[in-house]
């Protein structure tokens, strides 16, 4: 699989880079400062910059979106999603999943009080700029999948998590290791059963 990854240089995305060259794929990552593992190809600049996403998503098969936060920018999510989106239909590339964050959407009933209602308070920008993202790519007719993991630890793999959509028996807290959330979406991106589905991970 040739995949690109959006905010590949660090955390989740990085692990997920990681993961998805020893599984043998071709990894191609945005990285504003240019930083990135030797096997991977580099796009440096902007995830912002139409004409970098273009150039990063370009002879893709999937495209993963691990973009954080950006400081003095609410909606960085949500602004590098929509130009990811536009890139993806202009070159023809459907496939695409998006790491969000449990709380977002419909999820907060998944969580257990007081939990639901501590995030709501405290990550209410960030939860907000989740909700435009997500929105924009339910809408967008590509072949979608939004993972929205607990709080993100930084720890090795176990592989013991529960993965959930809204609806389904249980709840999630607590957190997970951004390795475990990297293992769930390289899984996901070739199981053609979560395309259209948002599912909540936690330990």
Do not use: C
Request: glycine fraction near 12%; aromatic fraction near 2%.
């Amino acid at each position: 699989m040739k995949l690109t990854i959006i905010g590949g240089s660090s955390g989740t995305g990085a692990a997920l880079a990681d993961q998805a060259y020893i599984a043998g794929d071709q990894v191609t990552i945005v990285s504003r400062s240019g930083n990135a593992p030797g096997f991977a190809t580099v796009v440096q600049g902007s995830a912002q910059d139409p004409a970098v996403v273009a150039e990063a998503v370009r002879g893709a098969d999937a495209v993963v979106v691990a973009v954080g936060g950006s400081k003095g920018d609410d909606r960085n999510r949500a602004k590098v999603t929509e130009v990811v989106i536009d890139a993806m239909r202009a070159a023809g590339v459907k496939r695409i999943v998006v790491h969000s964050s449990l709380g977002a959407g419909d999820s907060a009933q998944q969580m257990k009080q007081p939990l639901r209602w501590i995030a709501q308070k405290t990550l209410a920008k960030p939860l907000a700029d989740h909700n435009e993202q997500e929105e924009l790519v339910t809408a967008s007719g590509l072949d979608w999948t939004i993972v929205r993991p607990s709080g993100l630890r930084d720890a090795p793999a176990t592989g013991k998590y529960k993965a959930l959509e809204v609806g389904q028996e249980g709840h999630l807290g607590g957190s997970i290791s951004r390795s475990d959330v990297a293992a769930f979406i390289l899984e996901a991106l070739h199981t053609p059963s979560t395309i259209g589905k948002a599912i909540g991970l936690s330990t």
